[in-house]
């Protein structure tokens, strides 16, 4: 496959009208000389929203099973990219190839799970109620629900995970999963590995003669574009991975519509570490060797990545924080992403250091390159937190705080007080277990997945798993953006009263032609054979 630095818009292959793009190595920040892209005009956006409105109706009405063999083929045909695929995310990214190649498998198992959900049928939720013709004093109407798409979704890869958080990411999964079309805003940080992808699903889409709008990739740098995509009257729901202020914006921006739509955004988080006085006394340096790895792990650059840890002062935080430095002291420093998140890491680096009241634990390896980050690990206290909340920003990249609490109620304290988070990590020793209630009944409410001596880094792809969690976090606690039932933030329950059976979603239907899992007057029924 030869990369053109095309738009894919629909079933066709379109040189932007804008400015001149080129990929960037960031191990030399040098541009990459093929191929140039340009950006998308706003024309182009347009169309591809365009078509996207136009698919929708033919391609939620697709068959479940025609769905399910079209997430199979993109999976098929990642796989088939090879080397090409890895080695040039491996250019625009620095990631290692190992990783990529383990986020490639990952990448090409969400979409076969939303091939399973679909083939399932459950994610259509069909609930039967039958008429009670002879009720008194009321009869009751045949009453029946299923779940439909949304509409065409915009989604925003991320710039973390060039392959399984972008063009074929989650997001883009679900949504297709659910029956809605969708148009991709590229990352600028892994623009060829998008096209590479993108054009997978197009090919794809056009094999098995899918309606030209079911996917489109859209380039473009600057604000503009997603602004564009997000305001767009044809996008019914947005799926974005990244910063804060992005993920306000767009928010804002899709609040602002006449009809304003769902942004389920996952944004930031610090995952909090409680390291519990039995667990800190058992193994304060296995802890403290396993949560070094975590934090720099892909240089730090995780959602997930752990950000803070609090533990009660005293001999056995010592031995933790002097294993943990020392450990951390051997960690090279690793090229990041982009310029742009080298300059977010370093600017939070400053605003932490700046504080009086943090003392630096250790560093890692010096950096050698403009972009690479160098692990940090801090230290201050539960009340000079609870006096600065700038010391529970977000740093993205492989740096940490550590609180020294002076007792467990402290802690606790901590765990009422913070923001919504991706994760919460406990770690503890069967002594532990009556402060771990309390913590785990404070951090329930905050966080989407609560882990227990363990570390939060690696989100599992499964029927149980949650990445979500209260704002800012996500946008919307209700919903995960990995897993399964990230499926239902594209669809849509819809109640039908007393409809002829032919004018019935198939799902819905007398004889259950799907033959799927049904709630049928209260009881669930299996499918047959
Ligand atoms: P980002 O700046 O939020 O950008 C993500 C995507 O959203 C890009 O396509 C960007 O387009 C678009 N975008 C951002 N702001 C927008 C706005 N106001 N209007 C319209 N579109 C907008 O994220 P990033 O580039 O991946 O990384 C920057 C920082 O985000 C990092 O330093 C880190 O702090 C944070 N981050 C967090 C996570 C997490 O999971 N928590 C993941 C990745 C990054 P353009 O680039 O074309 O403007």
Redo the contacts with the bound molecule.
């Keep these: 496959m030869q990369l053109t630095g095309e738009q894919l818009i629909g079933h066709q292959a379109v040189r932007g009208e804008g400015r001149e793009l080129l990929a960037i190595n960031p191990h030399d920040q040098q541009p990459i000389p093929s191929p140039v892209f340009n950006c998308a005009s706003a024309a182009l956006v347009n169309e591809a929203c365009v078509l996207a409105e136009q698919a929708f109706d033919s391609f939620r009405s697709v068959a479940p099973e025609l769905r399910a063999r079209f997430l199979e083929e993109i999976a098929e045909g990642i796989v088939g990219l090879g080397p090409l695929l890895t080695e040039r995310a491996h250019l625009e990214t620095g990631l290692p190839m190992a990783r990529l190649e383990g986020e490639r498998g990952r990448t090409v198992g969400q979409l076969r799970l939303f091939a399973s959900v679909l083939r399932q049928g459950r994610w259509q939720d069909a609930t039967l109620d039958s008429a009670l013709p002879d009720r008194q004093p009321l009869p009751r109407p045949d009453l029946r629900m299923c779940k439909i798409a949304l509409g065409p979704v915009a989604v ?6 060039p392959l399984a ?1 972008s063009v074929a990411g989650g997001d883009t999964a679900s949504a297709l999963a659910a029956g809605c079309p969708v148009v991709v ?5 892994h623009l060829g590995t998008s096209e590479l992808v993108g054009r997978v699903i197009q090919e794809a889409s056009k094999r098995l003669e899918l309606p030209e709008g079911t996917f489109s990739l859209i380039v ?8 564009q ?2 305001s767009h009257p044809a996008i019914k729901a947005v799926g ?11 928010m804002r ?1 899709a609040a602002a519509r006449p009809e304003p739509i769902p942004v389920y955004a ?4 610090i995952n909090p570490v409680f390291l519990l006085p039995g667990a800190l006394s058992a193994r304060a340096k296995s802890i403290a060797t396993g949560f070094i790895d975590a934090l720099v792990m892909g240089a730090g ?4 990545n752990p950000g803070i840890v609090l533990a009660v002062d005293g001999p056995d935080l010592e031995a933790f924080l002097d294993k943990a430095g020392a450990h951390l002291g051997d960690k090279a420093a690793q090229t990041m ?2 310029p ?2 080298h ?3 370093s600017q ?1 680096i400053d605003r932490i250091t700046s504080q009086p009241c943090v003392q630096a634990v250790a560093s890692g390896q010096p950096d050698l390159g403009a972009t690479q980050a160098q692990g940090h690990l801090y230290q201050t206290t539960f009340e000079s937190v609870a006096a600065n909340a700038q010391l529970l920003e ?4 492989p740096a940490a705080i550590v609180i020294r609490c002076q007792n467990v109620n402290e802690m606790l304290a901590f765990a009422k007080s913070i923001e919504g988070q ?1 994760t919460a990590t406990l770690h503890l020793e069967d002594e532990d277990l009556g402060i771990a209630q309390g913590l785990v009944q404070a951090m329930e409410k905050k966080a989407g997945r609560v882990l227990v001596n363990g570390f939060p880094t690696g989100v599992e792809v499964c029927d149980s798993m949650v990445h979500g969690g209260a704002f800012p ?1 996500t946008s919307d606690s209700r919903t995960t953006s990995v897993g399964s039932t990230a499926i239902d933030r594209f669809l849509r329950p819809v109640c039908y009263q007393n409809l002829p059976n032919v004018l019935l979603p198939e799902a819905l239907k007398q004889n259950n032609p799907l033959n799927i899992w049904r709630l049928v007057d209260g009881k669930t029924t299996a499918p047959k054979g």
């Design positions: 925003f890869g991320a710039s973390n995970f958080f805003k590229a990352h600028r940080a473009g740098d600057g604000n503009d574009v997603g602004q995509l997000v974005f991975t990244g910063s804060r202020s992005g993920g306000l914006a767009l921006a996952e944004m930031s988080s650059q995780f959602c997930t992403l982009t742009g998140i300059s977010a890491y939070g977000e740093v993205f990249g991706l976090a």
